[in-house]
């Protein structure tokens, strides 16, 4: 399996302000996600993170407003720009590998973001 | 865009009851997942099916993918207040992206 962290684990932000959180693996791993998870919801997948190359987003979500970088196979960030209180929200990021069991997935712990 | 329902949405249910979720979708899955979530804690994976039909078991819980791997169920025996927590399936729709969408969610709640 693959440990995965990320930080902050949680924070409190002004309207208007972006917060960076950063999600870091044990291993090197082929592909990272990041999700959303609004309060009392399930989970929304933002985007895939590809290394060297710009993330691709689901819709609903651009990259203005959450840019992602992935400089290598164990480390991602997802910026969420310009917040607002509907950014509220638990961001969690998330792998696969080929060289594990590919259909397995492992989460982070998740970042809990309130905008103000 | 795939669409996984749950159901129930919420369930509370008396410690020593047993339960179903149910986890549908309109399109085929290449794989599929159940995850248990806590309070504050990422989504943990209880287990993996690929094979339509496959039943597999981890202790009192036991999951179910359907023939035609467009649904699946997770059954509870004699649930207990440890097992409270959100849970979830999630999807692989095989579109070659290897992303997984999460179903809507079952809330449940196990009174002692």
């Known amino acids: 399996s693959a440990v995965i962290s990320q930080k902050p684990s949680r924070d409190i932000c002004q309207r208007g302000t972006s917060l960076t959180i950063q999600c870091q693996v044990d291993?090197?791993?082929?592909?990272m996600f990041w999700y959303r998870q609004q309060p009392g919801q399930s989970l929304t997948l933002i985007a895939t993170?590809?290394?060297?190359?710009?993330?691709?987003?689901e819709s609903g979500f651009v990259i203005d407003k959450f840019p992602i970088s992935r400089p290598n196979l164990t480390f991602s960030t997802l910026t969420v720009s310009n917040m607002s209180p509907e950014d509220s929200s638990i961001y969690l990021c998330?792998?696969?590998?080929?060289?594990?069991?590919?259909?397995?997935?492992?989460f982070g712990p998740g970042t809990r973001l309130t905008v103000l | 865009t795939q669409l996984l329902e749950q159901s129930p949405q919420f369930l509370s249910i008396q410690e020593g009851e047993n339960l179903t979720v149910y986890c549908n979708s309109s399109?085929?899955?290449?794989?599929l997942q159940w995850y248990r979530q806590e309070p504050g804690e990422g989504p943990v994976l209880l287990v993996t099916?690929?094979?339509?039909?496959e039943v597999k078991k981890l202790k009192r819980l036991t999951f179910q993918f359907g023939d035609a791997r467009k649904d699946s169920s997770l059954h509870i025996t004699a649930a207990q207040p440890g097992d409270t927590g959100l849970y979830l399936c999630?999807?692989?729709?095989?579109?070659?992206?290897?992303?997984?969408?999460f179903g809507t969610g079952t809330r449940l709640k196990v009174l002692a």
């Open positions: 998330s792998v696969r590998d080929r060289d594990l069991r590919i259909e397995e997935q492992f």
């Open positions: 291993s090197q791993v082929t592909m």
């Open positions: 993170a590809n290394q060297g190359s710009e993330a691709t987003y």
């Open positions: 399109s085929v899955f290449s794989s």
């Open positions: 099916v690929v094979t339509g039909g």
């Open positions: 999630a999807g692989d729709f095989n579109s070659g992206t290897y992303k997984y969408i």
